[in-house]
């Protein structure tokens, strides 16, 4: 079995992959509090007991990382907890995708995995919509080239800027509204950060669309992406584990060069 990892601001998304069929066995989201190897391998064991896999019979691993404070840990629990060296993805990784960023080292591990994904499971031209932390908008060109994209402030993190200068207004659930004019200051609230998001995707996918000259296809990744499809015009699919899907297919791009 292959077990691949996406470390990310507010969460680690951790997935178990069958080798024989790439087959997404298991998986789960956790709050990125962990700050110690040995934190991190216990719970990765217990999360394997949790679904009755067995820890020897995992082979390989793949991580990639936004969050430099927990590389260390985390490649030193695959180590101590495992018995092998996880494979830790960024823009220096040999894969068979130019990046064409002006300076390709600045590009984040999760925006080149998600686009190399897409990519391998879509084709390419592409536009990868990643609702996390930040919203990040990213494009494969006609050729296959990852080209950049934009990046935004994720849903959560506009609530919290938004709690932190306004005292009086309340916390909210992301929850579509059923108006846009909102009736009350909860839904209000809900249809700004909801409705502007959506509206923000659909404009810069619009210009991306623009500036490559093609009518790109839009897969839309991350904790919030079926919230966001159900309300975005742009969106054509939905990949929810599409960060995990990489970071297999970028394993077995490596080790069978």
Known sequence: MFLAVDIGNTT??????????????????????????????????NLLRMKNLLPEKITGAAFASVVPSLDFPFSEAIRNYFGFEALQ???STKIDMK?????????????????YAGREKYGAPLVVVDYGTAITLDAVSSEGDYLGGAIAPGLFSGISALFSK?????????????????????EAIRSGILFGNAG??????????????????????????????KISRSIDHVDSWLMLDGLRLIYEKVNHA
């Not at 997935?15 to 040995?38: M, N, V």
């Not at 306004?166 to 009350?184: C, D, M, Q, R, Y």
């Open 12 to 45: 680690i998304a951790v997935g178990i992959y069958d080798y024989d069929s790439g087959t997404l066995i298991a998986h789960w989201r956790l709050s990125s509090i962990l700050h110690t190897s040995d934190e991190l391998g216990i719970y990765l064991l």
């Open 166 to 186: 306004a005292a009086k207004l309340p916390k909210v659930a992301l929850k579509i509204p059923e108006s846009v004019i909102g009736g009350n200051t909860d």
């Open 99 to 115: 990046i064409r960023y002006k300076n390709p080292r600045e590009v984040g591990a999760d925006r080149i995995v998600a686009a």
């Open 89 to 91: 993805v960024d823009a």
């Open 200 to 229: 923000l995707t659909d404009r810069i996918v619009e210009l991306i669309r623009q500036e490559i000259g093609t009518n790109a296809k839009v897969v839309a990744t991350g904790g919030h992406a079926e919230l966001m499809s």
